[in-house]
T-cell receptor
Framework: SQTIHQWPATLVQPVGSPLSLECTVEGTSNPNLYWYRQAAGRGLQLLFY??????ISSEVPQNLSASRPQDRQFILSSKKLLLSDSGFYLC?????????????FGPGTRLTVL | RKEVEQDPGPFNVPEGATVAFNCTYS??????FFWYRQDCRKEPKLLMS???SGNEDGRFTAQLNRASQYISLLIRDSKLSDSATYLCVVTALNYGGSQGNLIFGKGTKLSVKP
């Protein structure tokens, strides 16, 4: 069966500090991978998606970046955090068999920027 | 018009009640539709896909009206454990050039009381 891991689970960081969130998927190969952010009282916002190693598409301009160094690893980074970066960050995957697929989410990282 | 609209609720119902959630979407090119459930401070989890013919899973029934761009979720015999936020989700195929991405509603909060 497939599992998706995220760490850390919670993070409190000062404004201007760097960020690195990691997501890994087990039990599948060549998945599509996604980073979402859910701000308090708001819906999920797609930040990045990746259809393969080194292939990253950005959905919204921001001070975040993503990388996919390995097939089942997806990393979200920032060089300098802003207060507005606070939120619940969710990684998700789906099957690489075309689109319109349901996505499966990791447990998330709750980030607070102070 | 927002891409996916839901009544935010909250819906406060007694145990055993029947409750219905509605959702409208703006992209007529959307191909796939889902309901996700999100518990407080947890990741969204797939509840069920929504098919054109309507589908049922135990106490849950989902229906789709493509002509009206409307999706519904009916929960019969509500349980305390049904308390959660229910997210309406549609695909964004061919929408703004993004492929395979899911568009999430902000969710409808359900609270089932004893």
């Amino acid at each position: 069966s497939q599992t998706i891991h995220q760490w850390p689970a919670t993070l409190v960081q000062p404004v201007g500090s760097p960020l690195s969130l990691e997501c890994t998927v087990e039990g599948t190969s060549n998945p599509n991978l996604y980073w979402y952010r859910q701000a308090a009282g708001r819906g999920l916002q797609l930040l990045f998606y990746s259809v393969g190693i080194g292939q990253i598409s950005s959905e919204v301009p921001q001070n975040l970046s993503a990388s996919r160094p390995q097939d089942r690893q997806f990393i979200l980074s920032s060089k300098k955090l802003l207060l507005s970066d606070s939120g619940f960050y969710l990684c998700a995957w789906d099957w690489d068999r075309g689109f319109d697929n349901e996505q499966f989410f990791g447990p998330g990282t709750r980030l607070t920027v102070l | 018009r927002k891409e996916v609209e839901q009544d935010p609720g909250p819906f406060n119902v007694p145990e055993g009640a029947t409750v219905a959630f509605n959702c409208t979407y703006s992209n007529s090119a959307s191909q796939s539709f889902f309901w996700y459930r999100q518990d407080c401070r947890k990741e969204p989890k797939l509840l069920m896909s929504v098919y054109s013919s309507g589908n049922e899973d135990g106490r849950f029934t989902a229906q789709l009206n493509r002509a009206s761009q409307y999706i519904s979720l009916l929960i019969r015999d509500s349980k305390l454990s049904d308390s959660a936020t229910y997210l309406c989700v549609v695909t964004a195929l061919n929408y703004g050039g993004s492929q395979g991405n899911l568009i999430f509603g902000k969710g409808t909060k359900l609270s089932v009381k004893p």
